[in-house]
């Protein structure tokens, strides 16, 4: 048996007797869900495809643990993939929305709560005037590209490879995340029409940008970038480098797009741009913590640009449940207590665990690099003589280690996420009991890193 600590029974997994599971409630679960949902997930990043095994199927979380169907219990840094900075289920966010949900699920109406939260996002990026929620990030960078377009009157759009902003059409070509996860250059299903207003460049290579304006200046109506990429593991942006976009971009008439649905109000107050100001990007998308754990996401910009929305504007977007009141109280709550000490929990977890990860992977002399963008970090695996900064760099590394390494932490209670071209994710909760539990997981999974084999 692993150090997993086992809960006890759980009614909805089925039981469990003495401590020990009666087959594997995790694999039955995957099986059910198989038959009737795609792949067996709702997401394609849950289904372990680059790391083998079985995705556990969980149905409880509490601070800095998740409990699986099976009743074990993972030190867990996934967070969500990035909400739970406050660690899950924390009381102060779960009474708001209990509270919320007793009046009601939702109006399709404005709420005074959804303009609270507007200011709230306002006030931490002050170049910021107007905010619109929406449900999802993929909404929210979707709505960027339109009203860029709408507002330039110019088709193309700039992104870099290796980056993920969700899965609309024009942002699928050379994305991160899951598309890194299982290599796929783009998605069926996208037209060639669509997919060739969409141009794609190396990241950190600023000639290539101003190459690409000198060729197609003036159709290009906006570049987008994570505010730092942490979906080809994380690769943080060179020294000013979201400065010279917006430079560049704005000498030739276009917009800088920032994508903060990652970096916003997890690596500090004001997102990756609080790191990095000194430049002013024209619309900036939220996601994940801005919505507390519960469907949320934003963009924001200057009044000009945001007014060119429906209903003052002629660039369309709308949605039902969009500024759910019980994702904006959870919103809401966790940006009220996002505090100064909650940011030095995260740096001071991120430093200790990320440190603790190089330690024991150099202990058993696995070549790899910490890469770090604030409190996010993942690991590159191989001999590399500097910090990767482009997406065909972290694609050469050796992934299997990373698999090796994934199993081990699972099997002896840690969720890490299941793939190398994921951040990990810590919480504000990860007490120093649960980062020892994480670090006395470290010398075994090195051990089985450093043995592993390519496939
Ligand atoms: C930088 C970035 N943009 C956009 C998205 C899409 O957000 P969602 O999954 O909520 O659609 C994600 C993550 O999923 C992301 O990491
Ligand atoms: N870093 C990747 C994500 O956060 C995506 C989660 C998902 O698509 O389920």
């Known amino acids: 048996m692993s150090a997993a600590q086992n809960t006890g029974p759980n009614s909805e997994a089925g039981a469990i007797a003495d401590g020990a599971a009666i087959g594997d409630v995790n694999l039955a679960q995957f099986e ?48 969500s993939w990035g909400p739970a900075i406050l660690g899950h289920a924390h009381p102060a966010v779960v009474e708001a929305v209990q509270r919320t949900a007793a009046n009601g699920l939702s109006f399709g109406a404005s709420t005074p709560a959804e303009t609270e939260l507007a200011e709230a996002v306002l006030a931490r990026l002050p170049f910021l005037e107007k905010l619109r929620l929406v449900s999802t990030g993929t909404e929210a960078t ?41 290599s796929l250059p783009g998605s069926a299903g996208v037209t ?44 943080p942006p060179d020294e000013g480098f979201n400065a010279a976009l917006a430079d560049i971009a704005h000498e030739f008439g276009a917009l800088l797009i920032l994508d903060e ?9 004001a997102g990756y741009w609080g790191l990095d100001r000194g430049y002013t990007p024209d619309l900036v998308t939220f996601g994940k913590v801005v919505g507390g754990g519960m469907p949320l ?29 019980l994702a904006v109280a959870a919103g809401l709550t966790t940006l009220q207590l996002a505090d100064e000490a909650v940011y030095d929990r995260l740096d001071v977890v991120a430093e200790t665990v990320s440190s603790a990860v190089s330690n024991a992977l150099s202990a058993e002399g696995v070549a790899h690099r910490v890469q770090r963008a604030g409190n996010l970090f993942s690991f590159v695996f191989g001999d590399f003589a500097a910090a990767p ?40 909760a990860h007490d120093d009991a649960a980062v020892s539990r994480i670090l006395e997981a470290l010398p075994a999974a090195a051990r089985a890193a450093a043995a592993a084999r390519p496939e």
């Open 142 to 182: 979707m709505t960027a590209i339109r009203l860029a377009r709408g507002f330039t009157g110019r088709p193309l759009l700039i992104k870099f490879a290796g980056h993920y902003h969700g899965h609309s059409d024009s942002l699928l070509a050379e994305a991160g995340s899951g598309l890194a996860t299982l």
């Open 297 to 325: 996401a934003a963009l924001g910009g200057r009044a000009e640009l945001m007014d060119y929305l429906a209903p003052t504007g002629p660039v369309y977007q709308a949605g039902t449940l969009s500024g759910n009141p």
């Open 389 to 428: 900064r482009t997406y065909a760099e972290v694609q050469t590394q050796e992934a299997f280690r990373y698999r090796a390494l994934f199993h081990a932490m699972l099997d002896a209670g840690v969720s890490l996420p299941p793939s190398v071209f994921e951040a990990w994710f810590v919480t504000a």
């Open 32 to 79: 059910r869900a198989q038959r009737v949902i795609p792949g067996g997930v709702n997401s394609p990043v849950r289904a372990f495809r680059s790391v083998g095994g079985t995705p556990r199927f969980m149905v409880s979380a509490r601070g800095p643990y998740i409990t699986d169907a099976q009743g074990r219990e993972y030190v867990d840094l996934v967070a």
């Open 192 to 235: 060639e029409a669509t997919a060739a207003q969409t141009l794609v460049l190396p990241y950190n290579d600023l000639d290539a940008v101003r190459a690409a304006f000198e060729q197609n200046g003036p159709d290009i109506a906006a570049v987008i970038t994570e505010a730092a990429a942490a979906n080809m593991g994380v690769v």
């Open 261 to 269: 649905v990652l970096t916003g109000f997890r690596v500090s107050e």
